[in-house]
C-alpha cells in the first residue's frame, strides 16, 4: 500500500470576480450562485471532509439545476477552464486550483416508488436522506458506513456498504444516470442509452461527467441483526485470528469486517472505546435475529466484549455499525485489496498495528468482500477487482505532529501486508489507476476523451496519471 501524495499545486490565489470576465459571464448565466475566494457562500461550500484539505477553487458555482451545470461546463470549456465536482467532500481531494467548482447541494430531489421498488435522486442527496425517504415503504437503497456521503459520488465509485455480500454494490443498483459531459452536452445513460457512459459512470467517479441525477433500484429490507462487538486490546491477536476463519465461514446472507481501532475522544465515540486499543467485528445479517445470534456464537466464545452493539437494527440505523465520523476530522488514508487473509498475513498486521507494535494509526479495517460483491453486476461497469478477498484500509490524524508518523504507519502497513495484495484497490478506497485493470482503463481513458475531448473535467485526471498512482 502507498500513501498518495498528491504534489502541491502552486497557488492561483483568489480571483477576484471584478478583474475576472470569465467569472463575470459564468455569475451572469447562473440561476445559482457562483462564490468566490474570500465570501461566506465560498468558505462554506469549498469544504473537504477531510479537514487538512484546503480547495482553491477559482469559483465555486453552487448550481440550481442541471442546465446551471451545463452553462458552467460550457463557459469554462470557452475559457479554458477546469470544472471539478463537489455534493458534501467527503471524497474531495486537494489541486482544485484554477479550476471552477460545481457544487451539486441544490440538487435535491428524492421521488421513491414504492411500488417499483426505485428511487430518483438528485446529485446533491446525501444516502441519509435516501435512507429515511425508502425506510417508510420498506425499502433501503445500498449504503455505505456512512449516510452522510453523496448518493452520487458513493454510488460512482462502486459503493462498499454493509449490506455488500449480500445485495452487491451500489453500483450495480443503477438504472440511469442524467449527466453533463465534458463537451457540454445533459445525456440520459441506460444501459440502451449512451451505454458508454452508463459502464463508466458506474465505478468511474466522475471523470465521464458531472452527474445531475441518479435512478436507483431499492432492496425490500426493514431491518438486520447486526452491529459490532468490541474487545479490549490485550485480545486483538486472538479475535483477529478468529475472525479471519470465521468471516469466511459466513453465508451471503451476511456481511463483516474487521477494524482495530484506536480513537481519540471525540463525540461520536462511546467511552470504552475512546483513547486506547480496541479490535471491533462488525456484522450486518439479513437473516432472522436468531440466526444472526448462531452466526456470532463463535467469535463471542473468544473472549468478553468491552462493548456490545449487537442487535435488531433498524436499516436507517446501519450506519451506526462502523462508527465513521460523522464530522470533518483532519486524516491521511491508504487502502488496497488482498486476495486473502492467511495466518501470517494476520501476524503480520499484528506486527505492524496491533497491541504492542507502536502503531500510529486511528484505525486499521478489514471489509470481507465475496458473496455478491464478487458477482458481476446485470450490466457491466468500470468496477475491478471485484474477485478479491478483503478491501483493508488504514488511516491515521493528519496533525503537523502526527503526519510523519502517520505516513510511516501506513507505508509500513502497505509493506506488511504486500504479499497478499496485488497493490490494487477499490475506487471509493484510494481510488486512481491502481482502482483498475489495463482494459478497463483504456477504455475508461476512451471514454473520456470521447465525451470530454478537451479534458475540462479535472476528476478524469487520476486516470491520465502515472500507473500505480
Ligand atoms: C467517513 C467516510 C466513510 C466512507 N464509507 C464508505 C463506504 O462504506 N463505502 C464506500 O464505497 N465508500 C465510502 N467512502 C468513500 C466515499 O463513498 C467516496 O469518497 C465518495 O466519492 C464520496 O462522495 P461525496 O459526494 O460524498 O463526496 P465529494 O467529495 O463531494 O465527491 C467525491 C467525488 O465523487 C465524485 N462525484 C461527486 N459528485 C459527483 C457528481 N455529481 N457527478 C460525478 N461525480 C461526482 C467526484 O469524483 C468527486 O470528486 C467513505 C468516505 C468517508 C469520508
Redesign the pocket.
Known amino acids: 500500500m502507498t500513501t498518495a501524495h498528491r504534489p502541491a499545486s502552486p497557488s492561483a490565489g483568489p480571483v477576484p470576480a471584478q478583474r475576472s470576465p470569465v467569472l463575470q459571464e459564468l455569475a451572469g448565466s447562473l440561476r445559482g450562485e457562483l462564490a468566490l475566494p474570500g465570501t461566506p457562500a465560498f468558505a462554506r461550500l469549498a469544504t473537504?471532509?477531510?479537514a487538512a484539505l484546503e480547495l482553491r477553487p477559482a469559483a465555486v458555482a453552487a448550481v440550481a439545476d442541471a442546465y446551471d451545470v451545463v452553462r458552467t461546463v460550457r463557459v469554462a470549456a470557452r475559457h479554458g477552464l477546469r470544472v471539478?465536482?463537489?455534493?458534501?467532500?467527503?471524497?474531495?481531494?486537494a489541486g482544485m486550483d484554477e479550476a471552477v467548482l460545481v457544487h451539486?447541494g441544490a440538487l435535491d430531489e428524492i421521488v421513491v416508488h414504492p411500488r417499483e421498488a426505485w428511487a430518483r435522486v438528485g446529485?446533491g442527496v446525501?444516502m441519509r436522506e435516501v435512507v429515511d425517504a425508502a425506510a417508510a415503504s420498506g425499502l433501503t437503497p445500498l449504503a455505505?458506513?456512512?449516510s452522510?456521503?453523496?448518493v452520487?459520488?458513493?454510488t460512482?465509485?462502486?459503493?462498499?456498504?454493509p449490506l455488500a455480500r449480500t445485495y452487491g454494490l451500489?453500483s450495480d443498483r443503477v438504472r440511469a444516470l442524467d449527466?453533463v459531459t465534458g463537451d457540454g452536452r445533459l445525456v440520459r445513460a441506460t444501459p440502451t442509452e449512451h451505454e458508454d457512459l452508463f459502464w463508466a459512470?458506474r465505478g468511474g467517479?466522475?471523470?465521464a461527467?458531472?452527474?445531475?441525477a441518479v435512478e436507483i433500484d431499492l432492496v425490500p429490507l426493514s431491518s438486520v441483526y447486526g452491529g459490532a462487538l468490541h474487545f479490549a486490546a490485550e485480545d486483538v491477536p486472538a479475535v483477529l485470528h478468529a475472525w479471519r476463519t470465521w468471516a469466511p465461514s459466513l453465508p451471503g446472507t451476511a456481511t463483516s469486517s474487521l477494524a482495530v481501532q484506536q480513537l481519540p475522544p471525540l463525540p461520536h465515540v462511546p467511552a470504552p472505546l475512546a483513547g486506547r486499543m480496541t479490535v471491533a467485528v462488525r456484522l450486518a445479517s439479513t437473516g432472522s435475529a436468531r440466526q444472526g445470534a448462531e452466526l456470532l456464537a463463535p467469535l463471542r466464545a473468544v473472549a468478553t466484549p468491552v462493548l456490545d452493539r449487537m442487535a435488531v437494527l433498524s436499516v436507517t440505523s446501519l450506519d451506526a455499525i462502523?462508527l465513521?465520523?460523522t464530522s470533518p476530522i483532519p486524516a491521511r488514508q491508504a487502502a488496497m485489496v488482498l486476495r486473502d487473509l492467511t495466518e501470517d498475513a494476520v501476524e503480520a498486521l499484528l506486527a505492524v498495528a496491533g497491541p504492542g507494535s507502536g502503531s500510529p494509526l486511528g484505525i486499521v479495517e478489514l471489509r470481507q468482500l465475496g458473496g455478491a460483491v464478487g458477482l458481476p453486476g446485470v450490466h457491466p461497469s468500470a468496477v475491478c477487482h471485484r474477485d478479491a478477498g478483503y478491501v483493508v484500509m488504514g488511516a491515521g490524524l493528519r496533525l503537523p505532529h502526527t503526519d510523519a508518523g502517520v505516513t510511516a504507519g501506513l507505508d509500513a502497513l502497505g509493506a506488511a501486508l504486500g504479499s497478499w495484495s496485488t497493490g490494487a484497490t477499490?475506487p471509493?478506497?484510494g481510488g486512481g489507476t491502481r482502482a483498475y485493470d489495463a482494459p478497463t482503463l483504456d477504455r475508461l481513458r476512451s471514454v473520456v476523451l470521447a465525451h470530454d475531448p478537451g479534458r475540462v473535467m479535472l476528476?478524469a485526471d487520476p486516470l491520465f496519471a502515472p500507473l500505480g498512482v
Open positions: 473537504a471532509f477531510n471539478a465536482v463537489q455534493c458534501t467532500g467527503h471524497g474531495a481531494a451539486t446529485a446525501r455505505g458506513s456512512s452522510g456521503v453523496g452520487v459520488g458513493f460512482t465509485g462502486g459503493g462498499l456498504g451500489a449527466v459512470l467517479r466522475g471523470s461527467g458531472i452527474v445531475t462502523h465513521d465520523p477499490l471509493n478506497f476528476a
